[in-house]
């Protein structure tokens, strides 16, 4: 059974920082794609928005409004992802949700974690 769970939410004051985290169990987590993506207030599933990714080779990608704010990094010997986000601001507030992807063979495994709530308020 696959598990994505993360952690590291809560409330924060806008200029400051959060580090969440991804572990993740029952895939063979360094063949994967690991990405973050966030779901603001009001927002439906379909409008959910990609953060960061990061691939099994360590290449990274970034939203144009996190650039130079968001970091995303994995420890394949943990399992683990992470995304430190730094310069918080209030359009930051969403649930923050880690993702699992994999091509191979014409075959897509995708799954998600429960998300953690990301709050950004003074």
């Known amino acids: 059974q696959v598990q994505l769970v993360e952690s590291g939410g809560g409330l924060v004051q806008p200029g400051g920082s959060l580090r969440l985290s991804c572990a993740a169990s029952?895939?063979?987590?360094?063949?994967?794609?690991m990405g973050w993506y966030r779901q603001a207030p009001g927002k439906q599933r379909e409008q959910r928005e990609l953060?960061?990714?990061?691939?099994?080779?360590?290449?990274?990608n970034y939203a144009d409004s996190v650039k130079g704010r968001f970091f995303i990094s994995r420890d394949n010997a943990k399992n683990t992802v992470y995304l430190q986000m730094n310069s918080l601001n209030p359009e930051d507030t969403a649930v923050y949700y880690c993702?699992?992807?994999?091509?191979?063979?014409?075959?897509?495994?995708?799954?998600w974690g429960q998300g953690t709530q990301v709050t950004v308020a003074s």
């Open positions: 953060v960061a990714t990061i691939t099994s080779a360590g290449s990274t």
């Open positions: 029952g895939i063979i987590f360094n063949v994967y794609a």
């Open positions: 993702n699992a992807r994999r091509y191979f063979a014409g075959y897509l495994s995708d799954y």
